[in-house]
């Protein structure tokens, strides 16, 4: 079983930055691929940006291209979301997710680790 702990989440206005951390409770962290996702009230989640296991290849949703940077740190269990003028429409609850395959992956049904995820909330 593998633990993810989200933290980096608060409330700042519009065009500001926040960075988003997931921090991953087992050793052979190196073997999975990762994601980010997002939930709005009242909508379903969403995909944000996955990266694959040795930090090599990424992918992004559209909305967030150009804006947002998925990375991971390999030796510390963890991954982060540098989130760059962030909008409105940003706010959510933002979850990290782990997957026992070790690509780029988009659909949430690949993920078998879930964290509890963090309040991001961007005012106008």
């Known amino acids: 079983q593998m633990q993810l702990v989200e933290s980096g989440g608060g409330l700042v206005q519009a065009g500001d930055s926040l960075r988003l951390s997931c921090a991953a409770s087992?050793?052979?962290?190196?073997?999975?691929?990762m994601g980010w996702f997002r939930q709005a009230p009242g909508k379903e989640r969403e995909f944000v940006a996955s990266i694959d296991s040795i930090g090599d290849s990424t992918a992004y949703a559209d909305s967030v291209k150009g804006r947002f940077t998925i990375s991971r740190d390999n030796d510390k269990d963890t991954i982060y979301l540098q989130m760059n003028s962030l909008k409105p429409e940003d706010t959510a609850v933002y979850y990290c997710?782990?997957?026992?395959?070790?690509?780029?992956?988009?659909?949430?049904?690949?993920?078998?680790?879930w964290g509890r995820g963090t309040q991001v909330t961007v005012s106008s």
């Open positions: 997710a782990a997957s026992e395959r070790t690509l780029v992956i988009t659909s949430m049904s690949q993920y078998n680790y």
């Open positions: 087992r050793r052979t962290f190196s073997n999975y691929g």
